[in-house]
């Protein structure tokens, strides 16, 4: 029996899981609330946070799972990408829980997880794979051949679709994190009351900047005029908004599924949470004939279950770290 005990620190939630052959046996969150009044992640906070939730959460996971530690196969971390400071706490951790028990060391890529969530529970994407995978720091298009041979395919050249969504919520005037409110207020409003431009984009290449900065002077513009224009048109604004970025999004995901003649096609990462994307990818589906997976709620946002399963299909490929690995705030793939 493989039991792997999974951490998962790359930003601001500190989490750990435990896995068994395979099958997720917990999955314990801390989320960090001290960062809403700062209207965003402030890492040193972050770090500080993570200190103090990591035993208590290792601790409930092995708890919550029935595994006692002299029981686990091996140990897991997220290496990267993430904030550096939050990493190495749960690298830190990882390896001295590992080294005292004499476990072998896992190292994860974040990004490669978020994939690997649609692995965790049935039913489970056949290959080739295409998932769309969407956060707050990234987008990227991701093709997977096998649980462990992906390739990156497209990604954006500058900000994620993640990062539109918090910092419009932010021109809004709505708290950190926005883009769930975002996602809230657009159930309300009109999709098509306002139209963004979307910069015309090469291959499967995103880009988003541009569209912060005409969402911006939209509403600069606006306000001009009418100083309560937000709080007046807020759903329709938020449903605008998002209309656009889910649009730009499909785009590509249906161009690279035609284009590569994959009909496995999923969404992973915080956004994927998100409930209009979420029925974009439904819709299309249903007219080219795509088998769509969308991992549980629980799966979507950052989370060690994720870690552990990636774990699992490493450790079973042999695909160990040792003491001396470290971890990365970088966001390539090479430590997939």
Same mark, same amino acid.
């Given at each position: ?32 609330? #001290? ?31 029935? #595994? ?37 060391? #896992? ?13 965790? $529970?049935?039913?489970?994407? !056949? ?5 769309? &995978?969407?956060?707050?720091?990234? &987008? ?14 497209? !990604?954006?050249? $500058?900000?994620?679709?993640? !990062? ?28 098509? /009351? ?9 291959? *499967? ?6 569209? =912060?900065? @005409?969402?911006? *002077? ?25 209309? &656009? ?11 690279? %599924? =035609? ?19 979420? %029925? ?10 795509? /088998? #769509? ?11 060690? @279950?994720?870690? %552990?399963?990636?774990?699992? *299909? ?6 160990? @770290? ?6 990365? @705030? ?7």
């Amino acid at each position: 029996m493989i039991n792997i005990l999974a951490i998962e620190s790359s930003c601001d939630d500190t989490s750990a899981a435990v896995i068994s052959d395979g099958r997720v046996l917990s999955n314990v969150i801390a989320t960090q609330q #001290v960062h809403e009044q700062y209207g965003g992640v402030v890492p040193e906070m972050a770090s500080r946070a993570h200190i103090s939730n990591i035993i208590p959460v290792v601790d409930l996971a092995l708890r919550q799972a029935a #595994v006692p530690a002299d029981a686990l196969t091996a140990v897991a971390f997220t290496q990267s990408p993430g904030l550096i400071g939050s990493l190495l706490v749960g690298a830190g951790f990882a390896k001295a829980f590992a080294q005292a028990r004499n476990l072998p060391l #896992v190292a994860v890529h974040h990004m490669q997880a978020h994939v690997m969530a649609h692995f965790i $529970d049935d039913p489970k994407p !056949e290959f080739p794979f295409l998932c769309l &995978t969407v956060s707050g720091g990234h &987008t990227q298009l991701v093709l997977c051949k096998a649980q462990l041979d992906m390739a990156v395919i497209g !990604e954006t050249i $500058d900000d994620a679709a993640g !990062e539109a969504f918090d910092k419009t919520a932010k021109m809004l005037g709505l708290p950190y994190p926005g883009g769930p409110l975002i996602d809230q207020y657009a159930a309300q409003g009109d999709p098509l /009351k306002y139209t963004f431009p979307s910069a015309p984009m090469p291959g *499967y290449q995103f880009s988003f900047s541009g569209l =912060k900065t @005409a969402i911006l *002077y939209f509403l600069q513009k606006q306000q001009k005029d009418n100083p309560d224009f937000i709080a007046q048109n807020l759903a329709d604004i938020c449903a605008s908004v998002q209309y &656009t970025i889910i649009k730009i999004l499909m785009q590509k995901l249906q161009k690279a %599924a =035609k284009d590569l003649d994959v009909s496995n096609v999923g969404i992973a990462g915080g956004v994927s949470a998100n409930s209009g994307l979420r %029925a974009a990818m439904l819709r299309a589906g249903e007219a080219n004939g795509w /088998k #769509v997976f969308i991992p549980a709620f629980e799966y979507c946002t950052d989370n060690a @279950a994720m870690i %552990a399963i990636t774990a699992h *299909y490493k450790f079973l490929a042999g695909q160990v @770290a040792d003491l001396h690995t470290t971890p990365s @705030a970088r966001a390539n793939w090479q430590h997939g």
